[in-house]
């Protein structure tokens, strides 16, 4: 079973950036499928991003889609989402997951295991 741990949250204006990190222990690393999903206060958690197991394939939420990227350092057995360009509708707690299913998933029901997520405030 696969632990996760996020850190990199904070505080930013619109417009800036922030890097993300998820660093997993407990599991090998590198036979998990990886996600990023965000949930504002009131709403449902939503998927942002994920990437398969070698970092070759990534897919995106139309809503990021050329602001954020995600990758992975499977020697470090860590996952980062890069978000630039950042707008107050991003603001949210930011949680990563994991699951070693057979596809790449984008939903949270796809997904086994949770860190415990990190604040992302974006002010205007």
């Known amino acids: 079973q696969v632990q996760l741990v996020e850190s990199g949250g904070g505080l930013v204006q619109a417009g800036g950036s922030l890097r993300l990190s998820c660093a997993a222990s407990g599991g090998a690393f590198n036979s998990y499928y990886m996600g990023w999903f965000r949930q504002a206060p009131g709403k449902e958690r939503e998927f942002v991003a994920a990437?398969?197991?070698?970092?070759?394939?990534?897919y995106y939420a139309d809503s990021v889609k050329g602001r954020f990227t995600i990758s992975r350092d499977n020697g470090k057995n860590t996952v980062y989402v890069q978000m630039n360009s950042l707008k107050p509708e991003d603001t949210a707690v930011y949680y990563c997951?994991?699951?070693?299913?057979?596809?790449?998933?984008?939903?949270?029901?796809?997904?086994?295991?949770w860190g415990q997520g990190t604040q992302v405030t974006v002010s205007s």
């Open positions: 997951a994991a699951h070693s299913r057979l596809r790449l998933a984008v939903t949270a029901a796809g997904y086994d295991y």
């Open positions: 990437i398969t197991r070698s970092g070759g394939s990534t």
